[in-house]
C-alpha cells in the first residue's frame, strides 16, 4: 500500500467514497453514519471490545493481527501549559458534570464513542501511557519522518 496523507477525515472519507483511495482508517465520530449506512464497509475495528452499533465487525486483534492494533485511542480536554491552577479547577469540575449528564452519555453511545471521565492525574497517566505506546510502535517499526 501507498500512505496517502490528509488534512483529516472528511477529505479522506470523500475520496473514499469517490473511490479515489481504496480503504481507510476512520473514526466513528467522523464517519459513523456513513459506515451505517453501508458506505464504506467496515472490515475490522481498533480496541479489543469492537463497536457497539457493529456488533458483526471484528476487531483486528480477534482476526488474530498484533495486540498494539487493541488500541483504539482516545478523546480528551486540554488546556495550555500556563493556564492558572482556578482555571483549570474550574474547567476540571465543569467537564466532569458534563461527563455525568445522562443527555451528554446518550449522544455520545449514539457516535459510538465510548465514554469514561478520568480526573487529571489519571487522565495524564492515561496519555502518556498512550504515547509510550505510539513511540515504541515506531521504534519497533524503525519508522521515519520524510523531511
Request: hydrophobic share 40%; charged share 20%.
Amino acid at each position: 500500500m501507498t500512505a496517502v496523507h490528509y488534512r483529516g477525515e472528511a477529505p479522506l472519507l470523500q475520496d473514499m467514497l469517490g473511490g479515489r483511495v481504496s480503504c481507510a482508517f476512520h473514526s466513528m465520530t467522523a464517519s459513523g453514519e456513513q459506515i451505517r449506512s453501508g458506505r464504506p464497509r467496515p472490515l475490522a475495528t481498533l480496541g479489543r471490545g469492537g463497536i457497539p452499533s457493529l456488533p458483526s465487525v471484528p476487531t483486528f486483534v480477534s482476526l488474530g493481527y498484533p495486540e498494539y492494533l487493541g488500541n483504539p485511542g482516545f478523546i480528551g480536554l486540554f488546556a495550555p501549559a500556563r493556564t492558572p491552577e482556578p482555571i483549570l479547577a474550574a474547567l476540571v469540575d465543569a467537564f466532569r458534570q458534563t461527563m455525568a449528564r445522562p443527555e451528554v452519555l446518550r449522544r455520545m453511545a449514539e457516535t459510538d464513542t465510548i465514554a469514561q471521565y478520568l480526573p487529571p492525574a489519571a487522565f495524564r497517566a492515561d496519555v502518556e501511557k498512550y504515547l509510550a505506546f505510539w513511540q515504541g510502535l515506531v521504534d519497533r517499526l524503525g519508522i521515519t519522518a520524510e523531511g
